[in-house]
């Protein structure tokens, strides 16, 4: 990554007091470059005030709006003030801020437009419910289908992404359990995607808004709402549309 590009890390929170201070620390540490945006998702705890204090830019919605409405402020934000590359990571601590520098790599190095982290790809040891493991194999298949390329993790936020992607994601990025439709929607539009391998640990307190109900749930919502964007119509505007603005 040359000196001139700038750097921004997104991290949407909804009530991770607990988390987002430490999750910021470990970014400044190892993305020292980079500047740092916590996105208050309307927590009633004191996720904005912790997050200041670490140091990171913090932008508090009015009300509790869900993971893809505050990852989109996120990107409105990128490019409006220019950025040129943008990596999301999560404020539970699940992601690790250490691999941050590698996604970016990967990124200029294989002339993506995204970069979307894996925990499949490589042998690492993770564990999940038999419920999601079954949910994320299906849409992975769906999508490896769809966009004609093997993918192996659809439902990871940690990614990394260029000027032309962030453009197109302050337009087209779904707000409800984003990441497997915006797989489906990348490759409509043109977009170079790739995955890299990532760890994902557990989170460092509380617990994961999603159940094993929940789970099924979200999984037959986002296959869903895959096959009625392929379906649409009129298709949406393309990368080049984007980049134009």
Do not use: W
Request: a negative charge; hydrophobic letters at 40%.
């Amino acid at each position: 990554m040359t000196v001139e590009m700038k750097l921004l890390v997104v991290i949407p929170a909804h009530n991770e007091e607990q988390n987002v201070g430490r999750v910021t620390a470990q970014v400044r540490e190892c993305v020292p470059q980079a500047d740092i945006l916590v996105v208050d998702d309307g927590s009633s705890d004191g996720t904005a005030r912790v997050a200041r204090k670490a140091g990171a830019f913090v932008v508090s919605l009015p009300l509790n709006l869900g993971i893809g409405a505050a990852v989109q402020t996120g990107y409105i934000l990128a490019r409006e003030m220019a950025y040129d590359i943008v990596v999301r990571i999560d404020a539970d601590g699940q992601h690790d801020p250490a691999e941050v520098p590698r996604l970016i790599s990967v990124l200029l190095e294989n002339d993506a437009d995204v970069i979307m982290g894996s925990r499949f790809i490589e042998d690492r040891e993770h564990s999940t419910s038999v419920a999601r493991g079954i949910g994320i194999r299906m849409l992975a298949a769906l999508l490896s289908l769809v966009t004609h390329q093997r993918v192996t993790d659809p439902t990871c936020g940690f990614q990394a992404a260029k000027r032309d992607a962030i453009a197109f994601y302050t337009d087209e990025y779904p707000h409800d359990y984003p990441e497997p439709e915006t797989r489906a929607l990348l490759h409509r539009a043109g977009f170079l995607v790739k995955e890299a391998p990532v760890s994902v640990h557990r989170r460092l307190e509380g617990q994961s808004s999603i159940t094993s109900l929940g789970s099924v749930y979200y999984m037959t919502k986002v296959t869903l709402a895959i096959i009625i964007a392929l379906l649409r119509k009129s298709p949406e505007r393309s990368r080049e549309d984007h980049a134009k603005g």
